[in-house]
């Protein structure tokens, strides 16, 4: 939870622009005691933490104003300038001063814009290089030296098969469970202490007000549940069988087993059939889907894409 909370108001502090009196009060005094120049309300700034003075009494009505004819501060209310006596129609609302809202926890950083600048130089660099070395290709002629297949065929069984969870999301039918307990996530515990940062605000009158920004301070806590071991009857892969071979004409291997069985123990199916076919380029080769394998004939010369460091056939440009 955040809180933010007034620490009051204070002066502004200016710097007089035709001599050397620093640190003059931005509500107090619109003039240099020691030279009588009028003060500049562009170069306003905030006191060093511990410094600050207080602005009693303040009551906002709302930022300076500059006079059109002088261009003296003036209280944004004021109708005609105390300093010339010029009205103040059409009078311009001073700039004020913006801070960012500190980061709870964190200290302020500078911005080092160059040191960004070389690091995003440095990683595309980087993924120029890798590029250039690893992934740069060019059309070069391949010849085609073959075509492979492989086709295997899964071998299932129904029974018992091995499971983990937690306990929540055991299902109904699970057989032989049993847990331990285990840390499943954690939670945020309030620990009765808050972390207190203060910002600065410049109401643009000459004076600023502080505030001070508290979030509660939560440490983690481990949550724990029970995690289960269970079985569950299914279908699944005991064995396989697999068939290889050279040319266009890809053959399963041969089986009597059923496609589909009943769910007792010990029943044996065919399962998911697998079939990789492959182009051959020489010393590279290929997977690639039924058309594309028939498409290229063998003892024939295509240009394709190849990688530049390698030579090696680009397999996903392949139509």
Known sequence: MESTSSLGHYEMLWDCDHCDQKGLLGKSQRHCPQCGAPQNPDKRYFPPEGSE??????????ADRTCPACSEPMNARALMCTHCGSPMDGAA?????????????VPPQKSNLKRTLIIIGASVAFIFIIWFIFFRTKIATVKVTGHRWNDIIRVEEWGPVRHEAW?????????????????RSTR????GQQSCSTSKKDNGDGTFEKTQNC????????????????????WHQIDKLAASGAGLSPTWPATDL????????GSRRQGERIQTLTLDFGKDNCDVKDPIWRKYADGQSYKLNVRVRTGAVVCGDLK
């Open 167 to 183: 306990r929540d999301s055991v299902p109904i039918r699970a057989m032989s469970s049993s847990c331990i307990q285990k840390q």
């Open 188 to 191: 945020k515990v309030d620990t």
């Open 93 to 105: 609302q001073i700039k004020q001063l913006l801070t960012p809202k500190p980061v709870f926890g």
């Open 215 to 234: 979030h509660t301070v939560y440490r983690d806590e481990p949550v724990y549940d029970d995690w289960c071991t269970y079985s569950l009857d299914e």
């Open 53 to 62: 003075v207080k602005a009693e009494g303040h009551k906002f009505e709302g």
């Open 258 to 265: 059923p496609t589909t069985a009943l769910e007792t123990y």
